[in-house]
């Protein structure tokens, strides 16, 4: 009871050299809440942002790469490029990879409806196939079939946005099920409940053989449509018309895939939970068998535009953070030294009566710690105060400096390149995440924080009794006194 009480009266008595290791010992502890408060408010933003976004993945073909395949394999010097496919089984084993957050897949094959007249019928058909280049093609057994329309798995992303909205009925749900347009179903007098019978036809591009498919869907509602009614086509005819586009799930329109069969599109949209992880990511889809034509890449741009400032920010404060503990421990270290120095002859009168070197260190650790709890109290009053304006400012740096890096990204991407992006047909599969850069970030401090903070008050004044703990065992009190005398 005597060492507490002495200690405590040794803070008043030395009222200005604690009152300076105090301002020490403040500053330290305002600064770790403000910085423990970002990073704290920062992590649960990112765990936050990421659970809702996340980096998408694209299969992009190197045209280059491309035509020198179809270089090499021409025989009477026609250059014949096709765009290269990734089959469904690849894409299935794709999305089992444990660095993605979640994998979209959508499928699509030309068709034509039984008994049906399709919108633009007077523009005729299209084949489906996509060769580009030199001319000529490949020669089949019989004429290909020509479609009318096409059927889509699983794209629905446009009545998201608004460019098409539900008419009648409802989405499709079951295998089986369709939505078909507003102008095909008034063209034809459909209705919901009507059943219609698709035809359509998949090829062996190197054997020349065709093998006919067939669908049986239910109409179960229609829909109104704002696209533009071509897309991006550079062919007009009733198989690129978009009012003529039926959708169905995914499942329906891959009961009649057949691995190494064209005619037939599957595509997947795969999200990563970090663009970090984009390498690993590669290599498990080259060891899948993913063609070396095809480059993998990701929007790592548009990632770190919502993501980078809140990490960019939570580095900053734990940075600063820690520069604020390593100088702020060097002198209190210091200015513990000089005080034990300054205070020999007290030391030496109190192990001249007898008092152990343990109890006259628990007692200048007891007055540390009583400066340090009232500079505890004091520190997360002012840093609370202090957080919010100091975060605000830092996030319009982080913010600042994420436009500008995502500015010259998309600038030098913008500089040519005959990357072609894979996706399902009828048009690009766009990724919609629900979430939106971050603009504002509120600040609070939570019983997790306040015994952070308390931690590292507690360290602070452990680390001064240490140091004064190593002076005192440097001192025989004989040799104080006679110094002193």
């Known amino acids: 009871m005597y060492i507490l009480h002495n200690a405590l009266a040794n803070v008043w008595r030395h009222k200005g050299r604690n009152a300076l290791l105090g301002a020490i010992i403040l500053v330290v502890i305002a600064a770790s809440v403000i910085a423990l408060m970002i990073s704290s408010t920062a992590t649960s933003i990112i765990d936050d942002y990421k659970e809702r976004f996340s980096a998408e993945v694209?299969?992009?073909?190197?045209?280059?790469?491309?035509?020198?395949?179809?270089?090499?394999?021409?025989?009477?010097?026609?250059?014949?490029?096709?765009?290269?496919?990734?089959?469904?089984?690849?894409?299935?084993?794709?999305?089992?990879?444990?660095?993605?957050?979640?994998?979209?897949?959508?499928?699509?094959?030309?068709?034509?409806?039984?008994?049906?007249?399709?919108?633009?019928?007077?523009?005729?058909?299209?084949?489906?196939?996509m060769t580009m280049g030199g001319g000529g093609g490949s020669t089949f057994e019989s004429e290909p079939m020509s479609f009318t329309a096409s059927l889509q798995g699983d794209k629905f992303t446009e009545f998201d946005d608004g460019s098409r909205a539900l008419a009648d009925g409802e989405l499709p749900d079951a295998d089986g099920e369709a939505l078909v347009s507003t102008e095909l179903a008034e063209l034809n007098d459909l209705a919901v409940g009507d059943t219609i019978h698709l035809d359509g036809e998949l090829r062996n591009v190197d054997e020349g053989s065709l093998e006919p498919i067939e669908y049986e869907v239910t109409v179960v509602g229609t829909y109104d449509d704002l696209t533009d009614e071509y897309g991006t086509s550079p062919q007009q005819n009733a198989f690129t018309n978009r009012r003529n586009e039926i959708l169905t799930t995914y499942d329906t329109v891959l009961e009649n895939y057949v691995s190494g069969m064209q005619g037939m599109q599957v595509a997947a949209t795969f999200y990563l939970q970090d663009p970090d992880l984009l390498e690993a990511f590669t290599q498990e889809v080259r060891a899948e068998g993913l063609p070396d034509v095809f480059d993998v890449t990701t929007d790592s741009a548009t990632y770190n535009a919502i993501v980078g400032p809140v990490e960019g920010l939570k580095s900053?404060?734990?940075?600063?953070?820690?520069?604020?503990?390593?100088?702020?421990?060097?002198?209190?270290?210091?200015?513990?030294?000089?005080?034990?120095?300054?205070?020999?002859?007290?030391?030496?009168?109190?192990?001249?009566?007898?008092?152990?070197?343990?109890?006259?260190?628990?007692?200048?650790?007891?007055?540390?710690?009583?400066?340090?709890?009232?500079?505890?109290?004091?520190?997360?009053?002012?840093?609370?105060?202090?957080?919010?304006?100091?975060?605000?400012?830092?996030?319009?740096?982080?913010?600042?400096?994420?436009?500008?890096?995502?500015?010259?990204?998309?600038?030098?991407?913008?500089?040519?390149?005959?990357?072609?992006?894979?996706?399902?047909?009828?048009?690009?599969?766009?990724?919609?995440?629900?979430?939106?850069?971050?603009?504002a970030l509120a600040v609070a401090l939570t019983p997790g924080t306040v015994g952070q903070i308390g931690g590292v008050a507690l360290g602070l004044a452990t680390l001064a009794g240490l140091v004064s703990l190593g002076r005192i065992t440097r001192y025989e009190p004989i040799k104080i006194l006679s110094e002193r005398n």
């Open 58 to 129: 694209t299969f992009v073909p190197d045209m280059e790469k491309v035509r020198e395949e179809a270089m090499a394999g021409s025989t009477d010097g026609m250059v014949r490029m096709t765009m290269p496919t990734i089959d469904a089984d690849q894409y299935l084993a794709f999305g089992e990879s444990e660095h993605l957050a979640d994998a979209d897949f959508t499928a699509a094959t030309g068709v034509v409806p039984e008994d049906l007249t399709p919108v633009a019928a007077d523009l005729g058909g299209g084949s489906g196939m």
């Open 316 to 439: 900053v404060s734990v940075t600063f953070m820690i520069v604020v503990l390593v100088f702020g421990g060097v002198i209190i270290a210091l200015l513990s030294s000089i005080a034990i120095r300054e205070r020999k002859y007290e030391i030496g009168v109190l192990r001249a009566m007898g008092m152990k070197k343990s109890a006259v260190g628990v007692g200048l650790w007891s007055e540390i710690l009583a400066v340090t709890a009232a500079c505890l109290l004091l520190g997360l009053g002012v840093g609370s105060l202090v957080a919010q304006p100091v975060t605000d400012m830092l996030l319009a740096d982080q913010i600042q400096a994420a436009e500008e890096a995502t500015a010259a990204a998309e600038e030098q991407g913008s500089g040519g390149g005959m990357g072609m992006r894979m996706g399902p047909m009828g048009g690009a599969n766009q990724a919609d995440p629900d979430a939106e850069p971050l603009s």
